[in-house]
């Protein structure tokens, strides 16, 4: 049966074929083990009346002057008669084993009497022919007692099996009509009670239908089963995560356009300045490299906030060095850090966090880069990161002039008023890639005993993992 669901089909099929299936093959065995039991039954009980014939037959046997006698009473046979349609023959065979009365054409039984037995008297029981007619037998030898006694008489009655066949069939259909009677009873509560069952994915089903292609709101279906439950709250969480990937797209398609239309339109400002001569050509040149530069910079960050919000998406982490990918970072920003002279301190040790090694080589990288690009010439900055109890903390410290309080509240949101004067779009993906870990990120400033402000504090805590 299980072929038969291979494909995808209905639950409601699934649910029937396997309920009423098997209750209907145990009615059609036990329908036929039922009739098996029934003619057992009803030979039992016409076994027993052949039994009573024969006993009857052979207690009427007797020796007169030296010869068998038997005078059979309409009573021993009218057992056979009214209710009961059968036929019923006998046959007696002498002292001398030859034919002494009733139907010759019975055979005679080929047993023989034991004649050391305790009850030699006992019937035996067989089924034989009559005239080509199937017929159930009772033989008995018949002890025949007289003052000489001479031997034992063989007393043999038979029936045909008509009305025991006619009585088996007869109860065999009623109970198969009672069978067939409660099969659709079963047939019809199953399919009731599954209609009932099914009834809240079917109003599952209309609710989703109903709602509008944009509509990714949960769903709450009336008197939604706990068995469905599990299923509504994985379902709801996907439309989370899709509203959650619809906005951001959205956002960024939005934002985007925006963003990139500024520094093309400086651009085409600036090349058609040239193109006029208002300024001397490597001045333009210079004037739309730094505009270049902008545009390409803007470009990579937004590129970088798409993979970004793609691997989030995909839910892989692993478990990170964290010490090691702040090494690979410093490494590959070296070249900046010398540019400008910088004093570069790294206090970085082995420990493991979850998340995605690019990302987080991205979150240090953008911090990094922040800071050098607002750390002046010759001074410091460093990277510092430490464990307490469960939680990392990844601190990246400069010595620039630090960041305004308003500012500071909306740096992490993308194509803020603030973005460009916080370092472009590289905070912003700072705030993704952390929100995507479940870490946290604070920005403070750090203020000197005569209240100026010395630096800023990036700092990002996330939860270790044990080694």
Same mark, same amino acid.
């Given at each position: 049966?299980?072929?038969?669901?291979?494909?995808?089909?209905?639950?409601?099929?699934?649910?029937?074929?396997?309920?009423?299936?098997?209750?209907?093959?145990?009615?059609?065995?036990?329908?036929?083990?039922?009739?098996?039991?029934?003619?057992?039954?009803?030979?039992?009980?016409?076994?027993? +009346?052949?039994?009573?014939?024969?006993?009857?037959?052979?207690?009427?046997?007797? @020796?007169?002057?030296?010869?068998?006698?038997?005078?059979?009473?309409?009573?021993?046979?009218?057992?056979?008669?009214?209710?009961?349609?059968?036929? +019923?023959?006998?046959?007696?065979?002498?002292?001398?084993?030859?034919?002494?009365?009733?139907?010759?054409?019975?055979?005679?039984?080929?047993?023989?009497?034991?004649?050391?037995?305790?009850?030699?008297?006992?019937?035996?029981?067989?089924?034989?022919?009559?005239?080509?007619?199937?017929?159930?037998?009772?033989?008995?030898?018949?002890?025949?007692?007289?003052?000489?006694?001479?031997?034992?008489?063989?007393?043999?009655?038979?029936?045909?099996?008509?009305?025991?066949?006619?009585?088996?069939?007869?109860?065999?259909?009623?109970?198969?009509?009672?069978?067939?009677?409660?099969?659709?009873?079963?047939?019809?509560?199953?399919?009731?009670?599954?209609?009932?069952?099914?009834?809240?994915?079917?109003?599952?089903?209309?609710?989703?239908?109903?709602?509008?292609?944009?509509?990714?709101?949960?769903?709450?279906?009336?008197?939604?089963?706990?068995?469905?439950?599990?299923?509504?709250?994985?379902?709801?969480?996907?439309?989370?995560?899709? $509203?959650?990937?619809?906005?951001?797209?959205?956002?960024?398609?939005?934002?985007?356009?925006?963003?990139?239309?500024?520094?093309?339109?400086?651009?085409?400002?600036?090349?058609?300045?040239?193109?006029?001569?208002?300024?001397?050509?490597?001045?333009?040149?210079?004037?739309?490299?730094?505009?270049?530069?902008?545009?390409?910079?803007?470009?990579?960050?937004?590129?970088?906030?798409?993979?970004?919000?793609?691997?989030?998406?995909?839910?892989?982490?692993?478990?990170?060095?964290?010490? +090691?990918?702040?090494?690979?970072? *410093?490494?590959?920003?070296?070249?900046?850090?010398?540019?400008?002279?910088?004093?570069?301190?790294?206090?970085?040790?082995? @420990?493991?966090?979850?998340?995605?090694?690019?990302?987080?080589?991205?979150?240090?990288?953008?911090?990094?880069?922040?800071?050098?690009?607002?750390?002046?010439?010759?001074?410091?900055?460093?990277?510092?990161?430490?464990?307490?109890?469960?939680? *990392?903390?990844?601190?990246?410290?400069?010595?620039?002039?630090?960041?305004?309080?308003?500012?500071?509240?909306?740096?992490?949101?993308?194509?803020?008023?603030?973005?460009?004067?916080?370092?472009?779009?590289?905070?912003? @993906?700072?705030?993704?890639?952390?929100?995507?870990?479940?870490?946290?990120?604070?920005? $403070?400033?750090?203020?000197?005993?005569?209240?100026?402000?010395?630096?800023?504090?990036?700092?990002?805590?996330?939860?270790?993992?044990?080694?």
């Amino acid at each position: 049966m299980a072929h038969l669901f291979s494909r995808r089909r209905s639950v409601r099929a699934y649910l029937l074929a396997w309920i009423i299936s098997p209750i209907a093959l145990f009615i059609i065995i036990d329908s036929f083990s039922l009739y098996r039991n029934t003619l057992e039954s009803v030979n039992t009980a016409y076994d027993r +009346m052949l039994i009573a014939s024969v006993h009857s037959i052979g207690d009427l046997l007797r @020796i007169e002057n030296g010869e068998l006698k038997a005078s059979l009473p309409y009573a021993a046979l009218e057992i056979y008669e009214a209710d009961y349609s059968s036929r +019923m023959i006998y046959r007696i065979n002498g002292l001398d084993g030859k034919f002494f009365d009733g139907d010759a054409d019975l055979p005679s039984y080929k047993g023989k009497a034991d004649k050391e037995a305790i009850y030699p008297a006992l019937a035996h029981i067989y089924e034989d022919t009559y005239n080509g007619v199937p017929v159930r037998v009772a033989a008995l030898f018949q002890p025949v007692v007289t003052n000489d006694p001479r031997g034992a008489a063989l007393v043999q009655v038979a029936e045909t099996m008509e009305n025991r066949s006619a009585l088996a069939r007869k109860i065999f259909w009623e109970t198969l009509i009672r069978q067939a009677a409660l099969l659709v009873v079963i047939v019809s509560v199953t399919l009731y009670v599954v209609r009932r069952a099914l009834q809240p994915v079917d109003a599952l089903r209309r609710q989703l239908d109903e709602r509008p292609a944009d509509d990714l709101s949960p769903v709450a279906p009336p008197m939604a089963p706990r068995e469905l439950q599990p299923f509504i709250d994985a379902l709801n969480q996907l439309m989370a995560r899709l $509203r959650r990937l619809l906005d951001h797209q959205q956002r960024f398609v939005a934002n985007a356009s925006h963003q990139l239309r500024t520094p093309l339109a400086v651009l085409k400002t600036q090349l058609q300045s040239g193109l006029r001569g208002d300024a001397p050509a490597p001045v333009i040149w210079q004037e739309m490299s730094g505009t270049v530069e902008r545009a390409t910079t803007l470009a990579n960050q937004l590129l970088s906030l798409a993979k970004v919000e793609q691997i989030r998406g995909r839910g892989a982490q692993e478990v990170c060095d964290l010490g +090691m990918l702040a090494r690979e970072t *410093a490494v590959d920003l070296s070249p900046l850090i010398a540019e400008k002279d910088l004093d570069f301190e790294l206090e970085a040790e082995k @420990i493991l966090v979850m998340g995605h090694p690019w990302m987080i080589g991205e979150l240090i990288s953008n911090l990094l880069h922040n800071a050098i690009r607002h750390t002046p010439a010759q001074g410091r900055l460093g990277i510092r990161i430490t464990a307490r109890e469960d939680v *990392a903390e990844l601190l990246i410290w400069d010595s620039g002039e630090g960041i305004d309080d308003q500012a500071m509240e909306n740096v992490f949101k993308a194509f803020s008023s603030n973005v460009s004067s916080a370092g472009g779009l590289g905070l912003t @993906i700072c705030g993704e890639i952390v929100d995507s870990m479940q870490a946290t990120i604070s920005l $403070r400033n750090r203020v000197g005993e005569d209240g100026t402000i010395e630096g800023l504090n990036a700092s990002v805590h996330v939860r270790v993992v044990a080694g």
